[in-house]
């Protein structure tokens, strides 16, 4: 039977040794300097801007217990977060749940994280998501049917297209463009191609409602 874990739980059991996690629902009372933060969203549903107040809440937390109380974090013009120096992170929401992951990190490193619900994917978004050869990988593991596990392979590869952005500049990376291993064991995974003189630590935790995927990616030889 598989764990009724949220994405707190599974969150802080994907990403590597090392990363500062913290996820909550979405919280409606707010600091004035969060609305004023939330502001740069224009016109939104109040949903919306009480997510990224959330976020950026619990941001404001982990950036602190890393060392940089009181650093801002920006916001670039393509909506992305900029963080301060000598840190990288990421956010996910996923309808009540706002997640964020930070670490420290050196040139060239970059984390990505996504919060999914487990469900399954209709076959015909499939060819859209993965591959014939990665759903025939996919399809000798028996821990999920295939549908859900094509919900992994989804949730691995948004969040390995936010940590790669940052370092290529690629905002239009496609699902079709990297192929997914997935040891659907371990929860551990593989990509490829990746940007060069980079390695990548992956891995997908998921319980009977969410999957959770965390990347990190570091240049060879840290």
């Known amino acids: ?11 802080a059991l994907a990403v590597p040794q090392g990363v500062l996690t913290a996820a909550s629902r979405v919280a409606t009372d707010h600091a004035p300097s969060l609305l004023a933060e939330a502001a740069v969203l224009g016109s939104v549903t109040s949903f ?12 404001r937390e982990l950036v602190a217990e890393a060392g940089c109380e009181g ?31 930070v670490a420290k990190s050196v040139p060239g490193s970059a984390l990505g994280i996504d919060v999914e619900r487990i ?19 996919m399809s000798r593991h028996g821990v999920l049917p295939l549908p859900q596990l094509v919900n992994l392979a989804f949730t691995a590869k948004e969040a390995y297209f936010k940590a790669q952005c940052p370092i290529t500049g690629d905002a239009e990376l496609e699902f079709r463009d990297v192929e ?14 990746l940007p060069p003189g980079l390695r990548v630590v992956a891995r997908l935790q998921w319980s009977r409602n969410w999957c959770v995927a965390a990347v990190a990616l570091q240049p060879i030889g840290t």
Not at 1 to 11: K, T, V
Not at 119 to 137: F, G, K, N, T, Y
Not at 181 to 193: K, R, Y
Request: glycine fraction near 8%; charged fraction near 25%.
């Open 71 to 101: 650093a801002a974090i920006g916001r670039g013009a393509d909506g992305a977060p900029i963080w301060p120096s000598g840190l990288c992170g990421s956010f996910s929401y996923k309808e009540e749940w706002c997640a964020v992951a």
């Open 48 to 59: 919306r801007r009480n997510a990224f107040a959330t976020s950026r809440r619990l941001a």
């Open 1 to 11: 039977m598989q764990r009724a874990l949220d994405p707190d739980d599974l969150l």
């Open 180 to 193: 997914l291993g997935i040891d659907s064991t371990s929860g551990q995974f593989s990509l490829a191609p």
């Open 119 to 137: 469900e399954d994917v209709p076959c015909h978004a499939w060819e859209d998501i993965v591959s014939p050869q990665e759903l025939q990988r």
